[in-house]
Structures are given as structure tokens and as C-alpha cells.
């Protein structure tokens, strides 16, 4: 197997390629600078390039509110450039791989959500990626589509949203004694590490083309998931849970759209809890109880 992953500079797309060559598996990055996504030209050079046996598409529009307020461009990345690399690995007879979002949904069910249940966003990012969805299995029917919820990872986080949950949270708590966070939002908070080794996995094991979940075991309010880093951290700040009714800025978020794994836990890919990651991803920042 030879992966070419598109997005390798991002939380996810360093973790496929770290994971891949650990694993002995002939991979190839290519970031933003490398290769612009909806650039077909650029990306049809690097499939032919890298010999690709498996593309792996790890890039995304992904700010919610600047997804609101550029909705060419979220459309651009999440959709017409899936639509156009699905085509283009068809052709070739190279499998793909492609990452949704928990934000498909709604937020409504009130329990994890499973890979039949009927998307309804609540948002431009929603809407895009959805159509992201359709696309890809519409002219590459074998490919993976791989929705995920919260994750984090990388030293330095997503360069979009200038860091990630924990490593926000871990600036925003150094002088604090108590630190207003989210809980009406019911997630799993996935490390990128354990999702990329997750899906790896999944190739590995020659899955179906369609729609997975991975994503971290059990579900958690992102005021639970804030205490929790506290506690390992070794933190005094004080995490005080707010309501604010999954509303941010212009975009509305779906309250409880925590995601479960069932067809690939029917393939024996199961993710750890969310819990377990948390603690391993902070012990690889330094950050943990003395």
C-alpha cells in the first residue's frame, strides 16, 4: 500500500503520516503549500507523483463561523474539491479516504448518532460537508467516508483555528482560578492520534466503501472534557459549566452529537475512550500531575 495524504500539515493528516511510516506503510504528505486541494491539476500530479495506491483526504474548510461567513469556500474545499479527487481516484483505481463531521447532524436524537440515521445541519460547515459526503460516494463508490467529532492533537494544534480545545484551554487556565466552558455540547473528544491509527486500521482490513464513524468511546460535555484535562494537568482552575444553547456567533451547533462506531466496530476497529486519550495526548505536551 502506498498513501498519498492531502492536509499533512493539519492535527489529523501529521498523525496518518506518523502512524503510516511507523507502520512500515510508503507515504507521502502533501500540505497546503504543496498542493491547494481545489487545484485538480496540483492534485492529479501528486496522486501520479506519490504512485498512489489509497489517497487519504485529511484537508477541510473547518472555522464554523468563517464557514458562515464564506460559504464559496467552504463549499470549494468540503464538496467540489471532494467531488473532483473522488473522480480523479476513480479513474486510477486508487482507494480514497475523506473526513466528515459530527456537524452532518443535528443534535436532536438525544444519543450517539449511527451511520444510517438521517443527516440534518445545522450550518453552512454542515451543509458542506454533507454534500462532501454525496459527492464522494457518487463518483467513487468505494471510498471510505470517515466522520469524526472534536478532535485534537499536534503540538501547536489546527493552524486555522490557531491551536485546538486543550491547548486553548491549557493557555487560557495558566493565571486563572476558574474558566467559563460549554456544557450543553455533547461530543467525543477524539485524539487525532487514535483516529488516525483507527483508520488505518480500517484500510487495512479492506472495509467497504460508505460511511464510518470513528471517533473516541463515550461521550462527554466540553466542560467535563475541560475538568477532566484540569485533573490531569494537576490544574486548580475551576471549570464552571455554561449553557449557552449551542449557539456561537452567526453559526448554530447541534447539541448532542457525540457519534457511534458501529460498522467499524463490526471490522474490530474500535477507538479508546475519550478519557484515555486525553491523558496520553497531555503526556506527550509535558502536562500532567506532578
Not at 232 to 246: E, F, H
Amino acid at each position: 500500500m502506498k498513501l498519498a495524504v492531502f492536509g499533512n500539515t493539519g492535527q489529523l493528516g501529521a498523525a496518518l503520516v506518523d502512524e503510516a511510516a511507523a507502520r512500515g506503510i510508503q507515504v507521502a504528505g502533501f500540505g497546503s503549500a504543496d498542493v491547494e486541494i481545489t487545484d485538480l491539476a496540483a492534485v492529479e500530479r501528486a496522486l501520479e507523483s506519490s504512485q498512489a495506491t489509497v489517497a487519504v483526504n485529511a484537508t477541510a474548510a473547518h472555522v464554523v463561523p468563517e464557514c458562515e461567513q464564506q460559504p464559496e469556500r467552504a463549499f470549494a474545499v468540503n464538496a467540489a474539491a471532494v467531488k473532483r479527487l473522488a473522480e480523479a481516484c476513480q479513474t486510477r483505481g486508487i482507494g480514497l479516504v475523506t473526513y466528515s463531521t459530527d456537524y452532518v447532524f443535528d443534535g436532536a436524537k438525544g444519543t450517539p448518532y449511527v451511520e444510517d440515521d438521517a443527516p440534518r445541519p445545522l450550518q453552512t460547515y454542515g451543509v458542506s460537508k454533507l454534500a462532501g459526503e454525496q459527492l464522494c460516494a457518487l463518483f467513487h463508490p468505494g471510498a471510505l467516508v470517515v466522520r469524526t467529532c472534536g478532535v485534537y492533537g499536534g503540538s501547536s494544534g489546527s493552524r486555522a483555528k490557531k491551536g485546538n480545545f486543550l491547548l486553548n484551554l491549557l493557555r487560557d487556565t495558566q493565571d486563572r482560578t476558574e474558566l467559563e466552558v460549554s456544557s450543553e455540547q455533547i461530543v467525543n473528544p477524539t485524539y487525532a492520534l487514535d483516529l488516525a491509527r483507527a483508520s488505518l486500521d480500517l484500510i487495512g482490513r479492506g472495509a467497504a466503501g460508505g460511511v464510518y464513524h470513528l471517533a473516541s468511546e463515550g461521550h462527554c460535555s466540553w466542560a467535563e472534557f475541560a475538568a477532566a484535562a484540569m485533573a490531569v494537568a494537576g490544574r486548580a482552575t475551576k471549570i464552571v459549566p455554561v449553557d449557552r444553547g449551542g449557539n456561537s456567533g452567526a453559526a448554530r451547533r447541534p447539541k448532542f452529537s457525540a457519534l457511534a462506531n458501529r460498522r467499524a466496530a463490526a471490522l474490530g476497529v474500535v477507538l479508546p475512550g475519550w478519557r484515555d486519550g486525553l491523558t496520553r495526548y497531555l503526556e506527550t505536551l509535558a502536562v500532567r500531575r506532578p
